[in-house]
């Protein structure tokens, strides 16, 4: 992981008490990428002994939230990250350790202007989700805005 954002996984994991309780680790961060992994954990596995599609979901998003506060990191003084709507499609059936990466569709440059032009800007992450083979078990779009502070 890039020593220049390795204090985003400490702020998650700060932040968002999910993301310790759930066993979320982050394995690669950069401004507009992010990869975490989960383990195989049985209490967390659903009626057909994968991940619960809850937290398959919840590693996406977490992965997802991550790209925004590294890529957006300079403007949460003035602003809010909030999650606006996200869509999943479960492709095959995930069994075992699981893998998220998420990455920003849009340049970060855009959505900082329409910030600063007084708009509430919104942006996509898109996941992929994958086991431990490497195979895509799901997709997510996750769609956030920057929700302006009130002064």
Same mark, same amino acid.
């Given at each position: 992981?890039? @020593?220049?954002?390795?204090? #985003?996984?400490? !702020?998650?994991?700060?932040? +968002?008490?999910?993301v310790? *309780?759930?066993? &979320?680790?982050?394995?690669?961060?950069?401004?507009?990428?992010?990869?975490?992994?989960?383990?195989d954990?049985?209490?967390?596995?659903?009626h057909?002994?994968?991940?619960?599609?809850?937290?398959m979901?919840?590693?996406?998003? @977490?992965?997802?939230?991550? #790209?925004?506060? !590294?890529?957006?990191n300079? +403007?949460?003084?003035?602003? *809010?990250?909030? &999650?606006?709507?996200?869509?999943?499609?479960y492709?095959?059936?995930?069994l075992?350790?699981?893998?998220?990466?998420?990455?920003?569709?849009?340049?970060?440059?855009?959505?900082?202007?329409?910030?600063?032009?007084?708009?509430?800007?919104?942006?996509?992450?898109?996941?992929t989700?994958?086991?431990?083979e490497?195979?895509?078990?799901?997709?997510m779009? &996750?769609?956030?805005?920057?929700?302006?502070?009130?002064?």
């Amino acid at each position: 992981m890039s @020593t220049e954002y390795a204090w #985003v996984a400490d !702020a998650m994991k700060q932040s +968002v008490p999910w993301v310790s *309780t759930a066993g &979320v680790e982050f394995t690669e961060v950069a401004a507009d990428r992010v990869v975490c992994t989960l383990p195989d954990v049985e209490s967390q596995r659903n009626h057909v002994g994968g991940p619960h599609a809850a937290v398959m979901f919840g590693l996406a998003e @977490t992965a997802s939230g991550a #790209v925004g506060l !590294a890529t957006f990191n300079q +403007v949460m003084s003035r602003a *809010t990250p909030l &999650v606006v709507k996200s869509e999943i499609q479960y492709k095959k059936l995930a069994l075992g350790a699981l893998t998220a990466e998420a990455v920003l569709t849009r340049p970060a440059a855009e959505v900082v202007a329409e910030l600063e032009a007084g708009t509430r800007p919104e942006f996509t992450v898109a996941c992929t989700i994958t086991n431990a083979e490497g195979v895509t078990t799901a997709l997510m779009d &996750v769609v956030w805005t920057l929700k302006p502070n009130k002064r």
